[in-house]
């Protein structure tokens, strides 16, 4: 307990300094929280050695300095990367056929919903579907027929049709 009560008592004195010191470092709050946070973190990971520590509160303070240059690196690195390559492909939304099969399927009820999807959409076999939801092969049919069903309903096709999507 008393490893605990001291490093409360440490995080409780230093945190504000930390985090005024980063966010002058940084200009940025949201980073200098993040950084800070993180370097608390791994103090604490390590507070039976740095304790010890001469100025702890300099350790933690080295420490987030290096959490938010990291940052900046990977974001420079990114963006270097995105200056070279141009922006991702655009993801197109989805179609409008898969907007209305996703609505239909949050009607269904889970179990059914579950087979329906690992079945038709995810490819396995119906074997599969029961090993993986813990139920029988028979349970699994009956619920892709009960789904299947419900879904025509609520999609309005023609439940004779092939259903497999």
Request: charged share 25%.
């Amino acid at each position: 307990m008393p490893e605990i009560d001291s490093f409360d008592a440490f995080y409780a004195e230093s945190r504000q300094r930390l985090f005024d010191c980063l966010y002058a470092v940084t200009g940025n709050a949201a980073e200098a929280q993040d950084a800070v946070q993180e370097a608390f973190a791994r103090a604490w990971q390590r507070w039976s050695t740095v304790r010890e520590y001469g100025d702890p509160e300099a350790w933690v303070r080295t420490v987030a300095r290096r959490i938010a240059i990291s940052r900046w690196r990977r974001a420079r690195t990114a963006l270097l990367a995105h200056r070279r390559h141009g922006p991702p492909p655009a993801i197109p939304g989805p179609n409008p056929d898969a907007v209305a099969l996703v609505a239909a399927l949050a009607r269904l009820p889970t179990p059914q919903r579950v087979a329906i999807v690992l079945h038709h959409l995810v490819g396995l076999p119906v074997a599969e579907v029961a090993r993986e939801t813990g139920v029988p092969t028979g349970t699994v049919k009956a619920r892709l027929a009960r789904g299947r069903r419900t879904l025509a309903d609520l999609l309005s096709l023609d439940p004779t049709e092939d259903t497999h999507v």
